[in-house]
Nanobody, 120 residues
Framework: QVQLVESGGGLVQPGGSLRLSCAAS????????MGWYRQAPGKQRELVAY???????DYADSVKGHFIISRDNAKNTVYLQMNNLKPEDTAVYYC??????????????WGQGTQVTVSS
């Protein structure tokens, strides 16, 4: 019922920037929150940031001050601007959307993941 297409990952040097995008299609009017998770090798998937339909945001402590999440409701797209990237930000980043209670199908959907590598 919801399809997610991510883009924007890649290789960047420490201190550099990248912007991730995730475009949603389908029953997007039933999406409550849009966000990003990441999973580094050998580690569990962790929340990076999310934004609600009303624009409220929350961030993992490790990215506060250098990642910014935003959302274009008209385009059903969520962005993650990543600045001052560090090697420890290296991970596969996954887009995530959570649906309103009572929506048909799953309560949440995941993107296919995009690799972000921070290395000199």
């Amino acid at each position: 019922q919801v399809q997610l297409v991510e883009s924007g990952g890649g290789l960047v040097q420490p201190g550099g920037s990248l912007r991730l995008s995730c475009a949603a299609s389908g029953i997007t009017f039933m999406i409550v929150t849009m966000g990003w998770y990441r999973q580094a090798p050998g580690k569990q998937r962790e929340l990076v940031a999310y934004i609600t339909s009303g624009g409220n945001t929350d961030y993992a402590d490790s990215v506060k001050g250098h990642f910014i999440i935003s959302r274009d409701n008209a385009k059903n797209t969520v962005y993650l601007q990543m600045n001052n990237l560090k090697p420890e930000d290296t991970a596969v980043y996954y887009c995530n959307v959570k649906m309103i209670r009572g929506a048909p199908g799953p309560r949440e959907y995941w993107g296919q993941g995009t690799q972000v590598t921070v290395s000199s």
